[in-house]
Nanobody, 116 residues
């Protein structure tokens, strides 16, 4: 069992910044990958960015150059720095991980709202 807890969401004006954090109960070094997803109400979740154990990252085109994922091993967290936010970024953001044995774990989500 892995517990993931997101934090850092909130309200911000367009062009502003937020920093999301995902705290994991297990060692992030043991996970196959860590990811941030976002989900509009009534729609499917979409991948924002993933980072593999070797550090390889993959960003959705709409956030490239604006969002940056990073890992902090001292705190066992994965962070998402979100700059130049747009109203289109308004969503519920989830932390997700997949373990080497194929098990998936999700956080409860943190709300990001960007006003125009």
């Amino acid at each position: 069992q892995v517990d993931l807890v997101e934090s850092g969401g909130g309200l911000v004006q367009a062009g502003g910044s937020l920093r999301l954090s995902c705290a994991a109960s297990g060692s992030i070094l043991s996970f196959s990958l860590m990811e941030w997803y976002r989900q509009p109400p009534g729609k499917q979740r979409e991948l924002v960015v993933s980072i593999r154990r070797d550090g390889t990252t993959n960003y959705v085109d709409s956030v490239k150059g604006r969002f940056t994922i990073s890992r902090d091993w001292t705190k066992n967290t994965v962070n998402l720095q979100m700059n130049s936010l747009k109203p289109e970024d308004t969503d519920l953001y989830y932390c997700h991980t997949e373990t080497p044995n194929g098990r998936n774990y999700w956080g409860q989500g943190t709300q990001v709202t960007v006003s125009s």
